[in-house]
């Protein structure tokens, strides 16, 4: 089995260490999840999944312990977490849209109700975040992904065998610029400029909206560049929380860009997260599609 | 006919000043073109209509001394405004999403062609500003249309008789400063915000686009404020050429805003321009959504 192979990959040194107990893992939807148990585990803890059933991939996470739970589930997820000997939590995953119908309170859930429908009608993130609070005013740290799995962060440089060119360059940095002032106004992790044109601007919509924007407004004549010009450009805003909410790049953001006619994704380095790497680089190669990891402001 | 009325309510000192001849009005699509021709009228000015095969509405514009042109017919457009007896030219309304097969040059032309297809890739605006310059090279004044027509912009203060609550001005600030600190990376001229935070950013799409976006993602229940909460913000960016760039409302911003599910749309007064006040203030009002014009930052 590949996980234990990847187990037995981890020097004893790392793997006796477990610090904390094994750590607890929220697993919202998508491939980031399980990076981070691999990636936590490589870096020598183990781990117990808590999937949220309609969101996480069962493919995925039934290689890993696990209980499934479901979104809303408070308590019980505090006790699982609990009888699984953990102190510490990471969520991460997407839950999008959920709807009403997919809560599932306890009655031990009962106090957290008005809380939780607040955060329900906040959409997409919001009941990630209260979820957060909850565990902490449970005695819970809750931890960034990259945290514990530091792997999943992207580093600095190419990570494909395409580097970016100087006119993509001057766009990222355009980019990151263009992210840092709109800072105050706490608008999106992700623009996409193309010499030096910021043609799309992420607010609540998300990445692949924008991107799936460019590709429809280019077949409409409306992109005042030619394809392979122009970047997306991906930072965390200032001020946001990192421990749930990095800007996240995958396999979906390569193909979105290539259906946007983008030479590049340019994402500062260390600040936002990978999923599925081998295989997001493998098809940006292919696709001719620079990925790149940007130092910070001080250093470009 | 209503534009001869128009024309004998006109002051006789007004309509004997003529400063410059007739003004010549190259006329996109839409409202605004006419809306123009009307208040240089009433402002003592004669006009002759220049408006563009495929997007100038002929509807409107016969009413007015015209003659139609093609677009790409640059050499033709200066001698048509000469032989008008024009010095002065205002370029005004929407060509959107040009095609190829629409450009008709004449032989004159020629040497404007590689500047023409530039200006072509640059869609959508590009292509009005290539022929002010034009305009200018050849002797003329470029106006922009609240020069000749200073009704058109939207005054101080609420048009309909609906005004914005207490919630609906902050979101409205929070816009206006948002819509600032982008003026660096010269990103749109609007922005939806609600309850003080920023929903959606328009950068090359527009605010048609951009309001589609928000009801879209209403009807899937990602917007975290229901409806009847939320303000679009709409001023120039800083340092756009205001001779032919303002940022413009009409009936199809209300219709647009209503179905976003928004409060209203606040504008930066004497800084954003009207189509066809009269309906779209009757349609805002029947629909509860306010329009208001803000003063400058200094003085809010």
Redesign the interface.
């Known amino acids: 089995m590949k996980l234990e192979q990847r187990v037995q990959d981890i020097p004893p040194a790392a793997r006796s260490e477990q610090a904390g107990g094994p750590v607890a893992i929220i697993c919202g939807g998508g491939a980031l999840p399980t990076a981070v148990a691999e990636g936590a585990l490589r870096a020598g803890r183990s781990v117990h999944l808590l999937p949220i059933e309609g969101w996480a991939e069962p493919r995925l996470v039934e290689r890993f312990p696990h209980t499934w739970i479901k979104l809303g589930q408070f308590r019980r997820l505090c006790r699982l977490a609990q009888q699984a000997g953990c102190r510490e939590v990471v969520l991460i995953g997407k839950v999008?849209?959920p709807?009403l119908s997919m809560l599932r309170f306890g009655w031990s859930d009962l106090p957290l109700l008005p809380r939780a429908f607040e955060a329900f009608?906040?959409?997409?993130d919001?009941l990630l975040s209260m979820t957060a609070a909850v565990f902490e005013e449970h005695g819970f740290r809750v931890l960034g992904a990259h945290e514990v799995a530091p792997e999943i962060l992207v580093p600095e440089g190419a990570l494909g065998s395409l580097s970016p060119a100087e006119r993509d360059s001057a766009d990222a940095r355009?980019g990151f610029?263009?992210i840092a002032?709109?800072g105050?106004?706490?608008?999106?992790q992700a623009?996409?400029v193309a010499d030096n044109?910021?043609?799309?601007?992420e607010?609540?919509?998300g990445t692949d909206?924008m991107l799936a924007?460019i590709a429809e407004?280019r077949a409409?004549?409306?992109?005042?560049?030619?394809r392979g010009v122009g970047v997306l450009v991906k930072a965390p805003k200032p001020g946001q929380d990192r421990r749930f909410d990095l800007p996240a790049i995958g396999p979906q953001t390569v193909a979105n860009v290539r259906r946007a006619g983008l030479a590049g994704i340019a994402v500062q380095a260390g600040e936002v997260v990978i999923a599925e790497p081998e295989i997001m680089i493998r098809n940006a190669d292919a696709a001719r599609i620079f990925v790149a990891g940007f130092p910070p402001a001080a250093e470009r």
């Open positions: 999008l849209r709807s009608r906040g959409g997409d919001r355009q610029a263009a002032a709109m105050p106004y706490d608008i999106g623009v996409v044109h910021v043609l799309a601007v607010a609540i919509e909206d924007r407004m409409q004549g409306r992109i005042p560049v030619p």
